[in-house]
């Protein structure tokens, strides 16, 4: 047997293993009795454990070292192995352990202090929390920069300088559309009551319109919406609130998007690294083309609306150019997770700046419940009005996933560029999605996108389906002349 | 660290490895999507690899031989590490992993054999599989009875002179008392189409009569109904039959008494192998009792029928009395899933009978069929009408558990004894039982045996239970006199 297929037979296993530790926290969000958290802590545990030392087995280095990849995917799986061990041979097991144990805890606390609007009292674990992932970033980054070290972990390749230069540059078109639209004459709201089985009808159908597999999938609902698993076992979760079907109507094709590029790879990468998405920032771009691009499209409402009131009966919207706009609604939020297009990456700008400022000491702990409503107040023209709403919003930093904001604005920005590209390559798109037919959009993701999984790194694979380097342009021209239509001047 | 902290810490993460194959098997038979089959198939490869590996690690050889247990608990565990350590190392890799491949495919060609009621299909993989147990068995064995090792991986210290023994002595009473009651009037049948949702709600009401914690526990639907995991993640499956309203409920009930043990272990034991059910046998007797020496009671049947007119309204049983005739009647059924109280254990020799031939190499595959067919007419006084209903309706054998069936027996004869014991030490049983409160029976049940665990043997379990050595007298007592008043003379 040779390095290489002796190398890819134990990846192969530990693959397996991981997609049973990814099953494991889906029934953890989905199915299990309340009464058995303590008992999962330390079944993840033990998995996680199996997992770190398969990760960095000494006969690894060996393969490696001897491996020949006999095709592209070979050379890419290659890759991606020596990345995944050089990482995990770096960061000391007491480390991993201690990070392991502590983030586990820290959602704990970080739940009762949001609960209890209590900034304070998650100040200590958070310090800690910072404290170790700087520790981490540090031993990964071997002199580099401890930031950009984490941000590698979830888009291999990208730093916090290439990431700033592309991000910051979204923000003065943003801050003056967003000065612009909060001048015009507001957009009309939804009001009125959807009742939960209606959502989840809804939900369906946009599943089934965006073309998830449900033969190689399923839905439930969650407290958060998530998508789970890889190739023909990718699951979703979804939500509802009674006031607010676009909730659960979004998050669902949202969710769809990350689905349908897992079940998109290209089989015969199964249970291997090439396997999978790419990256988050890759990721999220499949997500959000899904949800706003192709979701909130005119066309694609003018559909949506006609499915709603089949569901709904009449729900007070007259016809479907007021629903268009009674979707992209742009108004004062301070949830991330509920911004319309202009302000969501004002939003994640904010976050990246901040975790820069903690991760490399520049900000304490203690300042940061101010650091960010004083930012908030600046970038939003609003006050925050308590922590739930304002700095304990998120799970992120209370886990320590510190270099993961910034993924999803780079994924807005591979969305903006992918859905040029889209529009070039199917002029009919309209009409189809008009239709509620997604398949000219979604094939082309599919073909030039997401079936190759990992076989080139994050940024190539983006370059590769468009033809060109991705830039911020596309977006930002994407979204002034949507809202410019929606709230003309 | 001494070697007994060393043994059990590793031990320690084992099980909870282990539990983690078991929630994986409830997710195929619950929630898996239909298109990721071979994909689980792989994953499932991949946690018995580490569970075998573990299981065999060289490691707890030397730590079983310096290990001192501070306590009974601790002695128990050492003998049931040690036990299975000396198993899972007498049976040569190769051969353990033939039988895990061959066993997972025969699942499909039996299912499919069955659709087809076609036995020649099934008979070239049934040769298989017996070969491969039969040499698994001789391995186990080294120079004993294979078929007694086998017996022995469920019901540990059991052997087939023992079970022959206690067994075959059911057999003249039970034949004599089914004879008679063939000759009887025939009780009233059920009749009626019976909704799937009020059939779940009555599983839930029972599930809660009979003391199932949902806080740790859930019921959802399957193709077979079972119970799975263990101490604070106990989860139970139903199905319904629009029909037959009592399959639903008492496999339930059946299936409860499973979870209930598991639930009611001491929790001290978690992660140990103490922490389980002790045996397939006293498994059985727990939920055999919950089933039918509580569930099919006068007393009990008399609240169900109130429970069950408050869901489904009147469905043609005019009073309690004759509802505890229907739901005991007695009738030709050729399955031993759907078996009355009087039949099930004469279709439990069969099979022991059977397959002691087939693993003894007395009975050749290829007579199987017409073995079981002559067996059948002689046993229950008419014949088999097509495979289904005969050889390929359990899917034990095609799985290769052979040893398995005569557990279910074990198990009657244990509930029997209980039951007795039951009965003397809570005189108050029918009152209660026809409240519906089942408290005194699984309060009794779980301080006098299921908290325990597998701290004593499976007999002594039992023994310490009912004070006495058990034997099949009180079962046998039991259903006479049941059946006497049910079917007068």
Known sequence: MT???????????????????????????????PGAAAQRGEEMAAIEGVLHARHTDPRIADWLAAALAPDAAGAANLRLIRRRFDRASRVPAALAAEIARVTSLAQGVWARARQAEDVAAFLPTLAHVTRLRREEGAALAQGGDPYDA?????????????LGGMLGALRPRLVALRERLRAAPPAPALQGDFPEAGQL????RVAAAFGYDLARGRIDKAVHPFSSGGGNDVRITTRTNPDDPFNCIYSTIHEVGHAAYEQAVDQAYLFTPVGSGVS???????????????????AFTGWLYGQMRAVFGDFGIADADTFYRVVNRVDDNPIRTEADEVQYNLHILMRFDLEQALMRGDLAVAELE???????????????????????????????????????????VYAGCLHAALRRAVPELDADLAQGDTSGATGWLRDNLQRHGGLQTPRDTVARAIGAMPDEAPLLDYVEAKFADIYPL
């Open 280 to 298: 988050m920032g890759v990721h999220e771009s499949q997500s959000r083309i899904y949800e706003n691009q192709l979701g909130r499209s005119r």
């Open 150 to 162: 984490l941000v590698d972990g979830f888009e291999p390749g990208m730093t916090s300088a290439a």
């Open 370 to 412: 101010s650091a960010w409503n004083d930012r908030f107040l600046a970038d939003f023209g609003f006050a925050v009005t308590c922590p739930s709403r304002g700095v304990l919003q998120d799970v992120h930093w209370p886990v320590g996933l510190f270099g993961y904001f910034p993924t999803y604005a780079l994924g807005n």
């Open 201 to 204: 009808e809804m939900a369906r």
């Open 3 to 33: 390095a290489f297929v002796a190398l890819m037979a134990h990846e192969r296993e530990t693959q397996a293993l991981g997609a049973i530790a990814g099953r494991l926290g889906w029934d953890q969000e989905t199915m299990m009795p």
